[in-house]
C-alpha cells in the first residue's frame, strides 16, 4: 500500500499556494474591474469629454470604482484644472495631464500584478519537485528490484506507486498555475489597455479643443 513520500507534502503544499493566490487574484482583480463593462465606460468617458461635461465624467469613474475609473479620474481631474489655467501654455498642460495619468497608472499596476510572480514560480516548482519525487519513487523500485532473493513485490509497488503520484500531484499543480497565470495576465493587461485607451482620449480631447 502506498503511503506516501516526503515529496508529496510539498506537492500538495505547491497545490495549496496556487488555489490560494488564485482566489486572492479572482477577488482583487474582480475589484479592480470596477462597477460594468470597461468597454462600455470608456465609451461612455468619450462621449461626456467630447461634450464637455467633465462633472459628469468624473462623477461616472465614482460610480465605476475599478481602477480603469481611478486613473480616468486623475485625468479628469487634471484636464478640469489645467483648463482655465491661463499661466500654462497648451504643451505645459497636455504634459501635465500626461503625468496625472502616469501617476495614477502607476499606482494601480502593482496592485494589478501583485502574486502573480508567485503563482509564476509555483509553475515551475510543481514540475521540478514532481519529477524529483518521481525519481525518488523509481530510485525505490528498483532498490526493491536489485535486492537479493526474491524481489519485494510490496516495495516495488510502493515505489512505482509514489512515483506516479509525485508525477500527478506535480503535474496538476503545474498545468493549474500556468492556466491561472495565463487568465490573470490576460486580465490585467484587458484594465492596462482600457486605461491607455481611456488616458489617449483624454488628451486627444484636449488637445483638438485647445487653442
Known sequence: M????FIVPILLGTLFTVLCFFFERL???QKANGAGNADKFVTKIKELIAANDLDSAIAACDK???????????GLVKYQFVQNDNTMDKESKVAAISKALEEATALELPMLSKNLSVISTCASIGTLVGLIGTVVGMIRAFGALAAAGTPDTAALATGISEALVNTLVGILSSALAIIFYNFFSNRVDQITYAMDEAGFSIIGEFQSSQK
Do not use: A, F, H, M
Not at 465605476?64 to 480616468?72: A, I
Open 2 to 5: 502506498y503511503k506516501g513520500g
Open 27 to 29: 477577488i482583487t482583480i
Open 64 to 74: 465605476q470604482k475599478g481602477s480603469l475609473g481611478n486613473v480616468v479620474r486623475e
